[in-house]
């Protein structure tokens, strides 16, 4: 396995087709990783291609519950999840520490994460500490993910430990995000765990502050 894996990192396709011939293509290092995760994780396209075509097992889980397509969107390469998912791989593996898109949008790989989410891409399913792909994108003002996001149908008001998308942009001070929140449905009145509504997280004096309020008003206005 060490051998291969050197061969993959070197890039030569040729030596890995002579190694094929002989190599074990089920082979799992320590953490029962096949070659395919390190391939996926390198972003090797060709490499991929042969493993494939060698008849490797394509939706192989190591000792997280990670396949091989988990490490391709950590690659970020959309070329590469849409040949796994040719293989007909599971797009939302049990994974421990996240899903494909999970790691999509914590690259910022907005390609990937198209061709996940047209594939069935669970939306809503969060990391092991809670957070959505809607969270992740938010914290990294990932502007084109969370439009994406948004545009495909992520639940504007999924709560990690009753945080809401739009808590965190009232945090970030960014109106721009919250403003797309506003229009995806977000609700301005969710309660966090301390008690505090997204508005109560901005200076008086912000852009944030006074969308926020006007969509406040308009909501009150709505129910009277």
Known sequence: ??????????????????????????????????????????????????LLDSGVHANASNIDGQTPICDAALSGSAEIISLLLRSKVDVNPPSYWGSPLIYATQNESINAMKVLIDAGASLNSPERNGLCPLHIAIQRRFYAGVYLLLSKGADPNCGVRLTTPLHMAAKLNDVDITYLLLEFGAS???????????IDYVPNTSPVYQLLKSVQSELVGDLQ
Do not use: W, Y
Request: aromatic fraction near 2%; charged fraction near 25%; hydrophobic fraction near 40%.
């Open 1 to 50: 396995m060490i051998d291969a894996i050197r061969i993959l990192k070197s890039g030569d396709n040729d030596d890995l087709q002579n190694l094929l011939q002989t190599f074990n293509i089920h082979s799992r290092d320590a953490d029962n990783n096949t070659l395919l995760h390190h391939a996926c994780l390198l972003g090797n396209v060709k490499a991929v291609r042969l």
């Open 188 to 198: 301005p009145i969710s309660v966090d765990k301390e008690n505090r509504i997204p």
